[in-house]
Nanobody, 128 residues
Framework: QVQLVESGGGLVQAGDSLRLSCAAS????????MGWFRQAPGKEREFVVA????????YYADSVKGRFTTSRDNAQNTVYLQMNSLKPEDTAVYYC?????????????????????WGQGTQVTVSS
């Protein structure tokens, strides 16, 4: 079992940056592949980025590629999402998710239903 808590959301202007954090507690954090998703009002949940167990394989949605970067600090049990050059269309609730994987796994996961654990979400609002 692992618990995830996101933080770092807020209201910013277009072009600004934010860094979201996802703090994990419970089982050994390093045994998880991680993902970030977002959901805008009235829209379905959308994939943002997926990160393999080692962090060496990462896949970004086209809509955020070149602007968002994910990283993890296993010692701090925290995953980060650095968001630069934010656009109004990035406005959404952002969720981190974790999937328990075997040691050394190089897979990343793009579908929300592949993840076992979710945080409560943090609101990001980008004004034009």
């Amino acid at each position: 079992q692992v618990q995830l808590v996101e933080s770092g959301g807020g209201l910013v202007q277009a072009g600004d940056s934010l860094r979201l954090s996802c703090a994990a507690s419970g089982r050994t954090f390093s045994n998880y592949a991680m993902g970030w998703f977002r959901q805008a009002p009235g829209k379905e949940r959308e994939f943002v980025v997926a990160d393999s167990w080692s962090g060496r394989r990462t896949y970004y949605a086209d809509s955020v590629k070149g602007r968002f970067t994910t990283s993890r600090d296993n010692a701090q049990n925290t995953v980060y999402l650095q968001m630069n050059s934010l656009k109004p269309e990035d406005t959404a609730v952002y969720y981190c998710a974790a999937k328990f994987v075997t040691f050394g796994s190089t897979h990343y996961y793009l579908r929300g239903d592949e993840y076992n654990y979710w945080g409560q979400g943090t609101q990001v609002t980008v004004s034009s």
